[in-house]
């Protein structure tokens, strides 16, 4: 704020966004507090406080800063000049106080008895008023301050005399001042609304992508139904018995399939778990043909592990479909994981015909949704590989992060 020509940083200093995201954390959020307490000016929701830091805070620290930079450097000189010109800016900005806040109490009873809302003033408002009231303040403090000298000081009175082309000087660069502050609190202002503007831009294209994200993990529910549909199909016309224990066992597979599917992630062992259902249900149509095998490698835990659901199950499905169905003799299929340079790898491996070689055109929709799934979840961490696998058929690799907390609360926080 200026007063007399002088300058007070507080205005420098607006209240900081009152939203900050959650990425404020730590060290940011207490520097954040910090501005908040100590800099910050906010009349319209901190009138007095913001009013008493302004007074007593910064037109010290300020007017200090102005007698060592100006004017004769001896330190009774400074300290005197000091002394007055806090003394005379204290009382400009408790007489600009007293008729803002008379302004104010009128403005609300006026809009109080005719039922309107009262008006909220912003920081740029009281500025604009302040500097209304610095020609006036000015001209009240001398009289008060030389009226003050002559009561409690022996001799010969002193008058008070306001020279308009001495004070002239101060004020007009008082007001350049304030303009000046006015036009960067209005930066802040803007800059304040762009960085909104952009959170929410990233919180809507957030929402977009775990839209897309559940779009295509539901699309993965009907694929395995069909698959293991057309399984049960096979099965009817040989062993109705069997048949129907497998319709028994999809049907109990499904209610923990469906309970899953209602969150995004779970532990490694629930989808190796499912993995294991379904083959049981292949090895029903598949008898002795279909061996399978699994392994964890290194110190994983499966159960503190969290992965996409159904993110592993289809590869699984395409194993047994494309790699081991279409061989007379059948086949054996490796599930595995294990940790490699701080991501997990997930993979399934067949010596069955080789990638491309199975005589089933399927739509692609399990490979294509899987890589999505993992670009749209991880970006550049998550990705597949296929491989022909040594010895005969396909080796699919799924890398992505390893993640130890569930993932669901997260994103919901």
């Known amino acids: 704020m200026i007063w007399a020509g002088k300058s007070s940083p507080g ?30 000016l906010d009349f319209e929701k901190e009138y007095i406080r913001s009013f008493l830091k302004l007074l007593f805070f910064w037109n010290p620290l300020w007017n200090l800063a102005l ?21 005379e800016l204290t009382l400009i900005g408790l007489f600009a106080m007293m008729l803002m806040k008379v302004y104010l109490w009128g403005e609300k009873l006026w809009t109080s008895r005719r039922g309107k809302a009262s008006l909220h003033h912003r920081t740029g408002w009281y500025l604009l008023l302040l500097a209304f009231f610095i020609p006036p303040g000015l001209y009240l403090a001398l009289r008060m301050m030389v009226t003050g000298i002559n009561l409690f000081f022996p001799g010969d009175p002193i008058s008070a005399v306001f020279k308009w082309t001495y ?25 304040e609304a762009a960085n909104l503007s952009q959170l929410r831009a990233e919180e809507l294209e957030k929402e977009r992508l775990q839209a897309l994200l559940t779009k295509l993990k539901d699309q993965m529910n009907p694929h395995f139904l069909f698959n293991t549909l057309n399984t049960v199909a096979s099965l009817i016309p040989a062993d109705p018995s ?6 028994v066992k999809l049907s109990t597979l499904f209610q923990g399939i469906l309970a899953a599917t209602r969150k995004t992630h779970q532990p490694l062992e629930k ?3 499912f993995c294991r259902d379904y083959l049981d249900i292949e090895k029903a149509r598949f008898g002795s043909r279909l061996k399978v095998n699994f392994g964890i490698q290194g110190d994983i835990d499966p159960s503190r592990v ?48 080789g990638f491309g070689q ?39 690799c799924l890398i992505l992060p390893l993640v130890t907390a569930d993932p669901s609360h997260q994103e919901e926080s």
């Open 11 to 40: 205005v420098f200093f607006p209240s900081p966004p009152k939203h900050l995201p959650s990425g404020f954390m730590g060290e940011k959020a207490i520097s954040m507090n910090l501005w908040k307490k100590i800099l910050s």
């Open 67 to 87: 007698c060592l930079l100006t004017g004769d450097r001896e330190i009774e000189s400074i300290l005197f000049r000091w002394g007055w010109n806090f003394s």
């Open 167 to 191: 004070y002239w000087n101060q004020i007009f660069w008082g007001w350049m001042l304030l303009l000046v502050c006015s036009l960067f609190i209005s930066w802040q202002d803007l800059k």
């Open 242 to 247: 069997m048949a129907e224990k497998v319709v």
């Open 271 to 273: 989808e190796l778990e």
């Open 306 to 353: 969290w992965v996409p659901v159904l993110l592993f199950q289809p590869m699984v499905e395409n194993a047994v479909k494309h790699g081991i169905s279409t061989r007379a003799n059948g086949g054996e299929i490796w599930i595995g994981a294990a940790e490699k340079n701080g991501h997990l790898e997930l993979w399934v491996e067949d010596d069955g015909v």
């Open 358 to 396: 199975s005589p089933y055109r399927g739509s692609g929709t399990a490979l294509e949704n899987c890589r999505k799934r993992l670009e749209l979840g991880y970006g550049n961490e998550g990705r597949m590989e296929i491989s022909n696998r040594e010895g005969g058929g396909t080796r699919v």
